[in-house]
């Protein structure tokens, strides 16, 4: 008897939380896209009838299909989708379909014939000097000291750790050291599911004593280090999200968290640390991540590089 795809994919998710232990975010991308895949294929009810034809039409259908973004007077028509997320949809579903080959559920994953878009990514990731100071004046201005102090920190901390959110909302008071000036990242709350440790700089140390001294004078107790603003407990996923849209209403900088990861790459590039070291204080496990984030760079941040050259060799 066929077992249905929905079934199959039910079984490959939880073999992905309970076995391989995925992240929960590496896991809702790989629900979003097969989401996606049985919306507009519905008639595709089991593996058997996966095949390179029909990858085509539901790829042919992501790119020309008009849908609808937005609300109220804010509802615009778009056409098609971009190619990076045609890009995540084929990575996603490319390893569901492994999965199902790997078990005998169907003879052939149906994109190893269908070659991956190739993605050139030229759009600005990294945060300019002066975006980054009208964030810090945006924290700033609000009243309550405590919250402040926290925004600054975390601020701070992003811009000179280059964290994951993840890796922000896991963090624990015990996981900042201010006598040897070191932070913690475990693996439980990284990517790599590796610990790593990375040097405190001397300004966010200064950010880091202002926030905990005030946190220790309004006797908070919880384990994580950046508290959530109606209570004594950690930030949380809907939290920080709600503090980046106040951030970037206040700031009038529109702006998502992980640029301030790729704005920390780009920075530590220009101070010319290598990718090896870049690589290291990232978390990645393949150098070839972080070349991603580095494509912010300008031919004018490259350019002291090559004023380096001379003609004695």
Request: glycine letters at 0%; a negative charge.
């Given at each position: 008897m066929k077992k249905n795809l929905q079934n199959l994919f039910g079984?490959?998710?939880?073999e992905c939380r309970y076995s391989t232990q995925l992240r929960p975010e590496t896991i809702r991308g790989y629900r979003e896209s097969f989401r996606h895949f049985s919306n507009l294929m519905p008639d595709v009810v089991s593996a058997d009838l996966l095949s390179p034809e029909i990858m085509t039409k539901f790829f042919k259908t992501l790119?020309?299909?008009v849908r609808f973004v937005g609300y109220g007077n804010n509802r615009v028509e778009k056409v098609g989708v971009k190619a990076s997320t045609i890009k995540t949809y084929w990575s996603k579903l490319h390893s569901f379909f492994e999965?199902?080959?790997?078990r005998g559920?169907?003879?052939?994953?149906?994109?190893?014939?269908l070659k991956a878009p190739e993605v050139e990514y030229n759009d600005k990731k990294a945060l300019s000097g002066e975006e980054f100071h009208q964030l810090i004046a945006a924290a700033m201005s609000q009243s309550n000291i405590l919250l402040c102090k926290r925004d600054l920190a975390m601020i701070f901390i992003l811009y000179f750790c280059g964290l994951r959110k993840g890796e922000l909302l896991g963090m624990r008071m015990a996981d900042v050291d201010m006598i040897r000036f070191v932070i913690t990242v475990r693996g439980e709350t990284s990517k790599s599911k590796r610990d790593r440790l990375l040097p405190i700089h001397r300004k966010l140390a200064m950010h880091l004593e202002d926030y905990l001294k005030e946190r220790i004078k309004l006797k908070y107790k919880t384990?994580?280090?950046f508290v959530a603003s109606n209570g004594d407990h950690g930030l949380t996923t809907h939290g920080l999200k709600h503090w980046v849209k106040r951030l970037s209403g206040l700031s009038g900088v529109k702006f998502h968290l992980h640029q301030l990861r790729h704005t920390f790459a780009c920075n530590m590039a220009r101070t010319g640390s290598g990718v090896i070291v870049l690589q290291r204080l990232m978390g990645h496990t393949d150098p070839r991540m972080t070349q991603r984030y580095l494509r912010s760079l300008t031919v004018e941040d490259l350019r002291g590089d090559i004023d380096k050259l001379t003609i004695d060799i």
């Open positions: 079984e490959y998710v939880d790119q020309t299909r999965w199902l080959h790997n559920h169907i003879e052939i994953n149906p994109l190893v014939r384990e994580k280090l």
